[in-house]
């Protein structure tokens, strides 16, 4: 490679780090439960994981209005919070719900409010993605 072509590749380079960094840096700071509040099981499981569940226990008035599509209404669940969060214990403390251990359909649900929430959208625009991306493949009787 010639002087002149290396200049502008590195550039190029440069430039891609630097909007890489920015979209990372750009965005709404997303609430999430502390890692020392979550139980062995979640701690063990892929970070992704973790921070499905950490999301969507800090944010129940979010979640709570988020539908999910796995199936998981057949276990009771109303929303995709429930795929996370069996109880809110009276001392505040949280029961988790292993559901969400297990199910692509449910993290990848939460890691898309996560994202749309992130770009500064509202809940409401996260639910009406959620419903149009994941509704075409399945049903859900969330509501």
């Keep these: 490679m010639t002087m002149t072509r290396k200049i502008p590749f590195i550039f190029l380079i440069g430039l891609l780090a630097l909007t890489g ?5 750009s965005g709404a700071h997303l609430n999430m ?3 020392e509040e979550m ?4 701690l063990a499981s892929p970070m992704i994981v ?3 569940y950490r ?3 800090a944010n129940p008035d979010i979640m709570k209005d988020i539908p999910c599509y796995c199936g998981c209404d057949s276990l009771g669940h109303t929303s995709n919070y429930d795929c996370y969060v069996s109880s809110v214990n009276a001392d505040g403390s949280i029961t988790f719900e292993e559901h969400g251990l297990n199910c692509l359909t449910c993290v990848n649900i939460t ?5 749309i929430l992130r770009e ?3 809940p409401g625009e996260a639910r009406d993605y959620v419903n149009a991306t994941y509704g075409k493949y399945s049903t859900t009787q969330t509501p």
């Design 50 to 52: 973790q921070s499905s």
């Design 21 to 25: 960094l920015s979209a990372c840096s």
């Design 120 to 122: 500064g959208k509202s």
């Design 55 to 57: 999301f969507a226990a």
């Design 33 to 35: 439960m502390p890692m």
């Design 39 to 42: 139980s062995p099981e979640v």
């Design 111 to 115: 890691q898309d409010v996560m994202k």
